[in-house]
């Protein structure tokens, strides 16, 4: 009865596991698609409204989910002051994002001070890459969804034949 109990807690442990890192993907699959839905906004926003860049980082953050919400409120606050490049890229660094998605973003920054023709090109380039990250993502994702369940489950069993 002993070892029934301690398979049912290993099994639930791999199951558990399996469960966090599938969470966790879903996660950082919606910040992308946060991030891109926000660039696209800001995009349209710059060429038609002409909206100023505190404005629309506080409307930006309004409409993400949590990671790019904290995101952009901070950028919107930082705007105000001179201080944005710095808050930019150090809250880049924090976000669930590949390292070439980071550092797409983190480039962003300096471009938000030119012209309204260079801002828009460079929130374009952000944007087809985030785009292609996703995409990339997306076709990936089943295979790593098997790959993930065949790895903790096989664990799983491992111990419980281990432990039977």
């Known amino acids: 009865m002993l070892k029934l109990l301690g398979s049912l807690c290993v099994v639930s442990g791999g199951v558990l596991a399996w469960y966090t ?31 100023p860049l505190p404005t629309l980082l506080k409307a930006l953050a309004e409409d993400c989910g949590e990671p790019a919400a904290v995101f952009f409120q901070a950028a919107s606050r930082a705007a105000e002051g001179e201080d944005l490049p710095w808050v930019w890229r150090e809250h880049v660094k924090a976000l669930p994002l590949c ?15 030119g012209d309204e023709e260079n801002i828009c090109k460079a929130i374009s380039h952000v944007s087809y890459t985030l785009a292609n990250s996703a995409g990339e ?22 111990l419980v034949i281990l432990l039977i």
Not at 99 to 113: G, I, M, P
């Open 21 to 51: 890192q599938r969470a966790e993907r879903r996660w950082e699959r919606d910040t992308l698609s946060d991030f891109q839905r926000a660039f696209r906004r800001m995009g349209e926003e710059i060429r038609m409204a002409r909206t």
């Open 99 to 113: 390292e070439k998605d980071k550092s797409a973003v983190s480039a962003l920054v300096q471009d938000l001070q």
């Open 137 to 158: 993502a997306e076709r990936k994702r089943p295979e790593e969804e098997k790959r993930a369940a065949a790895l903790w489950f096989s664990a799983a069993a491992l």
